[in-house]
């Protein structure tokens, strides 16, 4: 009984780690075996918010007339976004760049063709039902640059904490699975840890289009899979 106990404890999935809520027992205080397992919690949420970058991309043959060319761009899709009610505090630029553009032929020098200006922001939509007309309305204002809208909770506390409730009692019941097939009972929890961040958010990508009168753009925000990963080890008893 003793080997199937040790061959548990070894083959037990291990967490990540994380901060320790008890210190790990000194085995010499251990009046029986120990069960090192792991459990995770899930819950699914309905997102209430998205963050989508976007952004425009120029070239043209002088590193002056990119830049204008682009700032002009930006700023026209800029606008658009504040007439759909984005403020400032909502549209962050997470990209920004002007680089010589090149030309490589085979066994040829690179070939300077030109410069490439990039602006990219990234927005927060608070309300999801604006997403569909914000692509619409950037993708008219002259943006070419969509790469994708993740979903996400505007508050995720009470969403992981129920997937914390969940992963908790996943673990007892998985412990005192462990000892009634080993033919123990679980006397006590002696360490307990959480390990891993909540599933990420699913990401939508958009291809941008050129501006012209087309359907609306539908968004779906689908549910989020909110997990959380906690592991422990229990005392085992007769």
């Given at each position: 009984?003793?080997?199937?106990?040790?061959?548990?404890?070894?083959f037990?999935?291990a967490?990540?780690t994380?901060?320790?809520?008890?210190?790990p027992?000194?085995p010499?205080?251990?009046?029986?075996?120990?069960l090192?397992?792991?459990?995770y919690g899930?819950?699914?949420?309905?997102?209430?918010?998205?963050?989508i970058t976007?952004?425009?991309?120029?070239q043209?043959s002088?590193?002056?007339?990119?830049?204008?060319?682009n700032?002009?761009q930006?700023?026209?899709?800029?606008?658009?976004?504040?007439g759909?009610?984005?403020?400032?505090?909502?549209?962050?630029?997470?990209?920004l760049?002007?680089?010589?553009?090149?030309?490589?032929?085979?066994?040829?020098p690179?070939?300077?063709?030109?410069?490439?200006?990039?602006?990219?922001v990234t927005?927060?939509?608070?309300?999801?039902?604006?997403l569909?007309?914000?692509?619409?309305?950037?993708?008219?204002?002259g943006?070419?640059?969509?790469?994708?809208?993740v979903?996400?909770?505007?508050?995720?506390?009470?969403?992981e904490?129920?997937?914390r409730?969940?992963?908790?009692?996943?673990?007892?019941?998985?412990?005192?699975?462990?000892?009634?097939?080993?033919?123990?009972?679980?006397?006590?929890?002696?360490t307990?840890r959480?390990?891993g961040?909540p599933g990420?958010?699913?990401?939508?990508q958009?291809a941008?289009?050129a501006?012209?009168t087309f359907?609306p753009?539908?968004?779906?925000?689908?549910?989020?899979?909110?997990r959380?990963?906690?592991?422990g080890a229990y005392?085992?008893?007769?």
């Amino acid at each position: 009984m003793k080997s199937v106990l040790a061959a548990l404890a070894l083959f037990a999935l291990a967490a990540p780690t994380a901060q320790a809520l008890a210190q790990p027992a000194d085995p010499a205080a251990l009046h029986g075996p120990m069960l090192d397992i792991s459990a995770y919690g899930e819950i699914k949420a309905a997102p209430d918010m998205a963050r989508i970058t976007l952004g425009v991309t120029n070239q043209a043959s002088s590193a002056a007339d990119a830049a204008q060319a682009n700032a002009q761009q930006i700023n026209q899709v800029l606008a658009a976004l504040r007439g759909l009610g984005a403020t400032d505090r909502d549209i962050q630029t997470s990209g920004l760049s002007l680089n010589p553009a090149y030309a490589y032929l085979n066994n040829e020098p690179p070939k300077l063709t030109g410069y490439k200006a990039s602006n990219i922001v990234t927005v927060t939509v608070g309300d999801l039902a604006k997403l569909g007309p914000i692509v619409d309305a950037i993708s008219q204002a002259g943006a070419n640059e969509i790469n994708g809208i993740v979903f996400t909770l505007k508050d995720p506390q009470a969403a992981e904490d129920e997937a914390r409730r969940r992963a908790i009692k996943a673990l007892a019941a998985k412990a005192a699975l462990y000892a009634e097939a080993t033919g123990y009972r679980v006397s006590r929890l002696i360490t307990l840890r959480e390990g891993g961040e909540p599933g990420p958010a699913p990401s939508l990508q958009i291809a941008a289009v050129a501006a012209r009168t087309f359907a609306p753009t539908p968004v779906q925000p689908g549910e989020l899979d909110i997990r959380v990963q906690v592991s422990g080890a229990y005392e085992l008893a007769k």
